[in-house]
């Protein structure tokens, strides 16, 4: 069984930063995509940024782009979200996720972390 737990959620202030870690345990694929969703209240569940091995890419929502960076540790299983310029709209829900192809597609999310940002 895989789980995925993150941390750094928070309140900050419009402008100001903060960074999302997320760690898998257990049995990963060596080759995954890794990132991140959010849930605004009221909203559906959207695409924030992920990130897939071995190639590397990365993805961003349009909303995020040059704001959010994405990074990975492959040696940890670990998956990072640097969040700069945060404005009131990225408030929501941060969730994790990790999946892969093998013989079928497996799946797994985090348990969310809290990311409030006052104007």
């Known amino acids: 069984q895989v789980q995925l737990v993150e941390s750094g959620g928070g309140l900050v202030q419009a402008g100001g930063s903060l960074r999302l870690s997320c760690a898998a345990s257990?049995?990963?694929?060596?080759?995954?995509?890794m990132g991140w969703y959010r849930q605004a209240p009221g909203k559906q569940r959207e695409l924030v940024a992920i990130?897939?091995?071995?190639?590397?890419?990365?993805t961003y929502a349009d909303s995020v782009k040059g704001r959010f960076t994405i990074s990975r540790d492959n040696g940890k299983n670990t998956v990072y979200l640097q969040m700069n310029s945060l404005k009131p709209e990225d408030t929501a829900v941060y969730y994790c996720?990790?999946?892969?192809?093998?013989?079928?597609?497996?799946?797994?999310w985090g348990q969310g972390t809290q990311v409030t940002v006052s104007s």
């Open positions: 257990g049995s990963t694929a060596r080759f995954n995509t």
């Open positions: 996720t990790i999946n892969w192809w093998a013989d079928v597609r497996y799946e797994y």
């Open positions: 990130s897939s091995t071995p190639i590397g890419s990365t």
